[in-house]
Structures are given as structure tokens and as C-alpha cells.
């Protein structure tokens, strides 16, 4: 969907239009109150959904159910001495039928010239078909619930101002039932992952937000003041370093799905607020997690969205293991041409690669090119699902080496849809191995790469307490729900996404 221009005599017009309806609407609003009608009552006791309310229609059965439903009306045809409107609740929508000689003359008057498209009203009645085939509610009662002072966008188009739906989500969700159904996918596949993940003996933990150092990825963090410790603290950028903390304490199996927060741009597949699902599991190494990837994703998207095949762009995307695996090296070499191991320091691959247009400097780590080739070159090719295997040990300060190769690391990245939807390895368990590879970092820090991780003193002391072989995961779950719902924009998939302020 593309961003709509707004003029400035538009948007000067269509301001004065929203006052003159804000002014009609007020004075609605006081009709209501000298009339004795509360605009906004405490309570309303209804008996079905909108939903369980269609569902229970039985044309077989002469004396129908009496219904008490509510909602918002998002639709009205007024006429003489009838009218329709249709109303809207979380479960869906019902078409109610109100008529001056089922509800009363003053009743009817008010429900014609007092109440609007946009507020909430109580329905008492019976179903019946009308003759265009519609389940209807029949009125003998209409309630005001919710005097609604604004107006809902034009509703043959629905919220199509891209700016507006993410400010104003409420709107978004109102009129565009893609959007809520995106938003009720979410639900689902979370809820999916916690059962596939507790069915499996994993447990589910909380870790702290505010911490006194920051790490389990490479990333800028947000600092923040406790007052009271009178100390610098930072928002977690990951879960990770604490659920391992468990593992050393002896939870074999432990998960977090929780809000992390990295200080980094905006743009279609970066929020600097987003939700992270981390898992580990004692002895367990990476195809152990490769493993259980390939089957949580099908399940997860089977229950979600009924299939476990999904478009992306135009592409069928099938999800049922297994899923190819190929080493990082090879990907690389194949669709960049570039070899890194063949250039083993960080100036000789810089000008190997240095006339490639990569957004790379002179002082860029060896790591940071290699991920640039594999960005630009390797994932946008990665349509099916692709485990990219073995890493160079300088990309994974967190994970294991290889045995038979120790300038590689145990780890795994996962992609579906031409992006990342997954990242894993064989967890670093070696305290002094951990110790020289956060030295490391800490060059890199002093020479100005700011996503750099720290030295992490407390954590080591925990691993010198001895950590067994571990296999860890992460999943962002905004990133699985674009590629699962087809979503071009991790806007579209968070309810309240982080915007720049106004003018």
C-alpha cells in the first residue's frame, strides 16, 4: 500500500470539515443528556457476540432466540419509519433492524437523528432472514452505549493513509479487517509457539529489561537512570545472557518471548522495539535446534493460518521439512563470487570487496563485510527455506567452534521469504574461550564500533561455574509474522510501531 499525499488545501478543507462534525457531534451529545439518556453508561449486559448470535439461527425453529448483542456501528441506511445499521464487536459483524413500531416513536427519533455511524448501541431482539438473505436482528430495544465524537474514516475505502493507520491503530483495526486479521494471526502463532515449546518440557522464564550491562547481540543499546541505585542502566538488547545464567542453574529447557530494545534505524524490517523469542536447551547442540525448527515453524503456521504454505511476493513458500542446508562459505562464493576465506585479514577482503558499492569503510571489521555480502548477495536469493550453516568465529562472539575447524563456529541463520527469520548455534560454554573472544569485541569498541559487544564479567563468572553443551535459538517474532502474513512492513505486524514525532 503506498503513502498518500496530502495537499495543504486538502488537508486545510477536510480540517474544517472535521470541526464542523465534531460541533454537530457535541451538540448531539447534549440531545442525548436532555433527553435523560446517559451517552456513556457504566455497564451494558449482553448475552451473545454478534458471532454466537448469527451461529444460533435456526430457520427451522418458529420462536427464535432473544439476543442481546453490542457493538459499534460501522453502517446505517435511514429511512422513513425503518432502518438498518450494522454493528461490529470483536467477533465480527451483525445487521440490526429497527423500526418505529417495534421500539417505540421517540426511541425510533432518537436512533434516527441522535445516533451516528461510530457509536457503540445495545440491540434486545430476535433474528430473522431479510429478503436479500441477510441474518438480521429484529429491535424491540436499542441502547446508547458510547456517544462517538469523531467520525470513522469514509468507509468504501477504509483507512488507506498509511501514516495515519500506524498512529492511530484503533482506526486501522476499526475499518481494515486485514488488519485485524493480521493482528489475530499474531495471537495465534505466539500462542502456537508456547504450546509447541511447553509440550516439549521447555519452560517459560522472565529475565530482566533494565540491566546493569547489555549483550547477547551486537547492537546499540538505550540507557536509561535508576534513580535510586543512582546508576546508568540499559534496556535489554536480548534475553540471551541470563537464560544461559538458568542453564549453569540447572533448567535444561527454558524459553523467554519479551520486548527487546536496540538504539538502530527505521525501516521496513527494524523497529527499535520489538518482541524476541529465545530458547536453550542442555544437551543440545545446533541441528539439534535446526531440527526443531523445521518442525515448530509448519505446526506454527499450520495452526495459525491453516496451511503451511505461504505467498511471498508472488512465491510459494512450503515450510514442511526439510529445509536445505548450506554452509555460509558456499552461499557467499556462489551468488557474490567473493571467497572470505581465501582473504583470511581484514584489509585483504576489504579490497577484494572494496568496488562491490557495500556500505563498508576502511576500518569496517572483517565480520561487518562478510555480513554486508551476505545481506546484499546471498539473501535476497533465499526464497525457500534455507539453513545457512558454519560461520566465521568473528561474526559469533557467543558461539562454539567447531572441532574440526575452529576458525568456524557452530551456528545457523534461518531463511524463508528472501529474510532472516532465524538465528542459532552451539552456545559457547568455555569461560576462557568466552573471556578472549569479549577482548576481542572490546578492540573493536575502542576502535568505534559502537554494536560491539561488552565485556561481561559476571556472566563469565557464571559459565567458570561450568555450563553444559547448550543449544540456544532466536526467533524474531515480528519478522516471522511479516513473512507469515505476507506483510511488507514490520509496521504492519506491531500494533503500535515507534513513530517519529509530529511537526
Given at each position: 500500500?503506498?503513502?498518500?499525499?496530502v495537499?495543504?488545501?486538502?488537508?486545510?478543507?477536510?480540517?474544517?470539515d472535521a470541526?464542523?462534525?465534531?460541533?454537530?457531534?457535541?451538540?448531539?451529545?447534549d440531545?442525548?443528556?436532555r433527553?435523560?439518556?446517559?451517552?456513556?453508561?457504566?455497564?451494558y449486559?449482553r448475552?451473545?457476540?454478534?458471532?454466537?448470535?448469527?451461529e444460533?439461527?435456526?430457520?427451522?425453529?418458529?420462536?427464535q432466540?432473544?439476543?442481546r448483542?453490542?457493538?459499534r456501528?460501522?453502517?446505517?441506511?435511514?429511512?422513513?419509519?425503518?432502518?438498518?445499521?450494522?454493528?461490529?464487536?470483536?467477533?465480527?459483524?451483525?445487521?440490526?433492524?429497527?423500526?418505529?413500531?417495534?421500539?417505540?416513536?421517540?426511541p425510533?427519533r432518537?436512533?434516527?437523528?441522535?445516533?451516528?455511524?461510530g457509536?457503540?448501541?445495545?440491540?434486545?431482539?430476535?433474528?430473522?432472514?431479510t429478503?436479500?438473505?441477510?441474518?438480521?436482528?429484529e429491535?424491540?430495544?436499542?441502547?446508547?452505549?458510547?456517544k462517538?465524537?469523531?467520525?470513522?474514516?469514509?468507509k468504501w475505502?477504509?483507512?488507506?493513509?498509511?501514516?495515519k493507520?500506524?498512529?492511530?491503530?484503533?482506526?486501522?483495526?476499526i475499518?481494515?479487517?486485514?488488519?485485524?486479521?493480521?493482528?489475530?494471526t499474531?495471537?495465534?502463532?505466539?500462542?502456537?509457539?508456547?504450546?509447541?515449546?511447553?509440550?516439549?518440557?521447555?519452560?517459560?522464564?522472565?529475565?530482566?529489561?533494565?540491566?546493569?550491562?547489555?549483550?547477547?547481540?551486537?547492537?546499540?543499546p538505550?540507557i536509561?537512570?535508576?534513580?535510586?541505585?543512582?546508576?546508568?542502566?540499559?534496556?535489554?538488547?536480548?534475553?540471551?545472557?541470563?537464560?544461559?545464567?538458568?542453564i549453569?542453574?540447572?533448567?535444561?529447557?527454558?524459553?523467554?518471548?519479551?520486548r527487546?530494545?536496540?538504539?538502530?534505524?527505521?525501516?521496513?524490517?527494524?523497529?527499535?522495539e520489538?518482541?524476541?523469542?529465545?530458547?536453550?536447551?542442555?544437551?543440545?547442540?545446533?541441528?539439534?535446534?535446526?531440527?526443531?525448527?523445521e518442525?515448530?515453524?509448519?505446526?506454527?503456521a499450520?495452526?495459525?493460518?491453516?496451511?503451511?504454505t505461504?505467498?511471498?511476493?508472488?512465491?510459494?513458500?512450503?515450510?514442511d521439512?526439510?529445509w536445505?542446508?548450506v554452509?555460509l562459505?558456499?552461499?557467499?562464493r556462489?551468488?557474490?563470487?567473493v571467497?572470505f576465506?581465501?582473504?583470511?585479514?581484514?584489509?585483504?577482503?576489504?579490497?577484494?570487496?572494496?568496488?562491490?558499492?557495500?556500505?563498508?569503510?576502511?576500518?569496517?571489521?572483517?565480520a561487518?563485510i562478510?555480513d554486508?555480502?551476505?545481506?546484499?548477495?546471498?539473501?535476497?536469493?533465499?526464497?525457500?527455506?534455507?539453513?545457512l550453516?558454519d560461520?566465521?568465529?568473528?561474526l559469533?562472539?557467543?558461539?562454539?567452534?567447531?572441532?574440526?575447524?575452529?576458525?568456524y563456529?557452530?551456528?545457523f541463520?534461518?531463511?524463508?521469504?528472501?529474510?532472516?527469520?532465524a538465528?542459532?548455534?552451539?552456545?559457547?560454554?568455555d569461560?576462557?574461550?568466552?573471556r578472549?573472544?569479549?577482548?576481542?569485541?572490546?578492540r573493536n569498541?575502542?576502535?568505534?564500533?559502537?554494536e560491539?559487544?561488552?565485556m561481561d564479567?559476571?556472566?563469565i563468572?557464571?559459565?567458570?561455574?561450568g555450563?553444559?553443551?547448550?543449544?540456544?535459538?532466536?526467533?524474531?517474532?515480528?519478522?516471522?509474522?511479516?513473512?507469515l502474513?505476507?506483510?511488507?512492513?514490520?509496521?504492519?505486524?506491531i500494533?503500535?510501531?515507534?513513530?517519529?514525532a509530529?511537526?
Amino acid at each position: 500500500m503506498s503513502e498518500r499525499t496530502v495537499q495543504p488545501a486538502q488537508a486545510e478543507a477536510a480540517e474544517t470539515d472535521a470541526d464542523a462534525l465534531y460541533a454537530a457531534r457535541l451538540g448531539k451529545l447534549d440531545a442525548l443528556r436532555r433527553l435523560g439518556i446517559d451517552p456513556y453508561p457504566a455497564r451494558y449486559r449482553r448475552t451473545s457476540t454478534t458471532a454466537e448470535a448469527l451461529e444460533s439461527f435456526d430457520e427451522s425453529t418458529p420462536q427464535q432466540q432473544v439476543h442481546r448483542v453490542a457493538g459499534r456501528i460501522v453502517g446505517r441506511r435511514v429511512m422513513g419509519k425503518a432502518s438498518f445499521c450494522h454493528i461490529q464487536d470483536g467477533a465480527g459483524r451483525l445487521q440490526i433492524y429497527v423500526r418505529t413500531d417495534r421500539v417505540g416513536a421517540e426511541p425510533y427519533r432518537v436512533f434516527r437523528d441522535e445516533i451516528d455511524v461510530g457509536d457503540h448501541i445495545g440491540a434486545t431482539g430476535t433474528l430473522f432472514r431479510t429478503r436479500t438473505g441477510e441474518v438480521t436482528l429484529e429491535a424491540t430495544e436499542v441502547v446508547m452505549l458510547s456517544k462517538s465524537l469523531r467520525p470513522l474514516p469514509e468507509k468504501w475505502h477504509g483507512l488507506q493513509d498509511v501514516e495515519k493507520r500506524y498512529r492511530q491503530r484503533y482506526l486501522d483495526l476499526i475499518v481494515n479487517r486485514e488488519s485485524r486479521e493480521v493482528f489475530l494471526t499474531r495471537t495465534r502463532v505466539v500462542s502456537a509457539i508456547r504450546r509447541f515449546l511447553d509440550e516439549r518440557g521447555f519452560i517459560e522464564v522472565e529475565t530482566p529489561c533494565l540491566q546493569p550491562l547489555y549483550g547477547g547481540a551486537t547492537a546499540r543499546p538505550f540507557i536509561t537512570h535508576y534513580n535510586a541505585l543512582d546508576a546508568d542502566v540499559y534496556l535489554r538488547i536480548a534475553t540471551e545472557l541470563y537464560l544461559k545464567r538458568l542453564i549453569v542453574g540447572g533448567f535444561d529447557k527454558v524459553y523467554e518471548i519479551g520486548r527487546v530494545f536496540r538504539n538502530e534505524g527505521l525501516d521496513i524490517h527494524h523497529n527499535p522495539e520489538f518482541t524476541l523469542l529465545e530458547t536453550y536447551e542442555a544437551y543440545a547442540d545446533y541441528r539439534d535446534v535446526m531440527a526443531m525448527v523445521e518442525r515448530m515453524i509448519p505446526r506454527v503456521a499450520l495452526e495459525a493460518l491453516g496451511t503451511t504454505t505461504v505467498k511471498v511476493d508472488g512465491h510459494e513458500v512450503r515450510l514442511d521439512p526439510p529445509w536445505q542446508r548450506v554452509p555460509l562459505r558456499d552461499a557467499i562464493r556462489e551468488y557474490s563470487g567473493v571467497d572470505f576465506a581465501e582473504y583470511p585479514d581484514q584489509p585483504s577482503l576489504y579490497e577484494r570487496v572494496s568496488t562491490l558499492g557495500l556500505p563498508i569503510t576502511p576500518t569496517s571489521p572483517r565480520a561487518k563485510i562478510i555480513d554486508e555480502l551476505l545481506s546484499q548477495y546471498v539473501e535476497p536469493k533465499l526464497v525457500q527455506p534455507t539453513f545457512l550453516i558454519d560461520y566465521p568465529v568473528e561474526l559469533s562472539p557467543l558461539a562454539k567452534r567447531k572441532p574440526d575447524n575452529p576458525d568456524y563456529v557452530e551456528r545457523f541463520e534461518a531463511f524463508a521469504g528472501s529474510f532472516e527469520i532465524a538465528n542459532a548455534f552451539s552456545e559457547l560454554n568455555d569461560p576462557i574461550d568466552q573471556r578472549a573472544r569479549f577482548a576481542d569485541q572490546l578492540r573493536n569498541l575502542e576502535a568505534g564500533d559502537v554494536e560491539a559487544h561488552r565485556m561481561d564479567e559476571d556472566f563469565i563468572l557464571a559459565l567458570e561455574h561450568g555450563m553444559p553443551p547448550t543449544g540456544g535459538l532466536g526467533i524474531g517474532i515480528d519478522r516471522l509474522l511479516i513473512f507469515l502474513t505476507g506483510s511488507h512492513s514490520i509496521r504492519d505486524v506491531i500494533l503500535f510501531p515507534q513513530m517519529r514525532a509530529r511537526a
